[in-house]
């Protein structure tokens, strides 16, 4: 299995809190992104990132932000999170060799009540 | 819009049979096609990827892709309750490196 790590895995907020999710992995891989789930809707793309500080913007980025420091640590942060963000969120992975497939993280079930 | 299309489902096919997934894309410039399988909580898992136009065999696993008709499809032999889950299919439409997911196709094997 690609390494990755999501972490949390669980989390239960307020609306109105900050909430950083962290995507960690062992795999050297270049590129880096951050989905959300939804019922209805299938995996939707929040940020991604092409290196290290490089990082562009997905179809729903807006309330999200993303840093990506080291090669192996993606970073997303909702700055005051909603009640429309409660969604399970995955991180994935893919080589430096575009059009290769993505490998996805565990996922993180996040809650806003 | 650049879209990929899948019947949501749920797909109902007996042990044993044999279960095709469609998947339909709207770029006729793309090039990098991939199956992945979700369970019910769980995340996506990469089957099989395909670029040429034609058939890829992998064990009980065919992907067809038809880049003139625009279509992918996933073909799954002696079908088991095991595979029962929701099949995503991605696009890495005109070209992009970052594919485009759609909404997925529930598979539901019965014995």
């Known amino acids: 299995d690609a390494g990755i790590t999501q972490s949390p895995r669980h989390k239960v907020t307020e609306t109105g809190t900050p909430v950083t999710l962290r995507c960690h992995q062992t795999?050297?891989?270049?590129?880096m992104y951050w989905y959300r789930q939804d019922p209805g809707h299938g995996l939707r793309l929040i940020h991604y990132?092409?290196?290290?500080?490089?990082?562009d913007k997905g179809e729903v980025s807006d309330g999200y932000s993303v840093s990506r420091s080291k090669t192996e640590d993606f970073l997303l942060t909702l700055e005051s999170a909603t009640s429309s963000q409660t969604s399970v969120y995955f991180c994935?992975?893919?080589?430096?060799?575009?059009?290769?497939?993505?490998?996805f993280g565990d996922g993180t079930r996040l809650s806003i009540l | 819009q650049k879209e990929v299309e899948q019947n949501s489902g749920p797909l109902s096919v007996p042990e044993g049979a044999i279960a095709s997934l469609n998947c339909t894309y709207s770029d006729r410039g793309s090039q990098s096609f991939f199956w992945y399988r979700q369970y019910s909580g769980k995340s996506p898992e990469l089957i099989m990827s395909i670029y040429s136009n034609g058939d890829k065999e992998d064990g009980r696993f065919t992907a067809q892709l038809n880049k003139a008709s625009q279509y992918v499809s996933l073909l799954i032999r002696d079908s088991q309750p095991s595979d029962s889950a929701t099949y995503l299919c991605a696009v890495n439409l005109g070209g992009s490196y970052i594919p485009t997911f759609g909404r997925g196709t529930s598979l539901i094997v019965h014995p």
């Open positions: 990132s092409y290196g290290v500080k490089d990082t």
């Open positions: 994935a992975i893919s080589p430096d060799s575009p059009n290769q497939p993505q490998h």
């Open positions: 795999e050297n891989h270049r590129y």
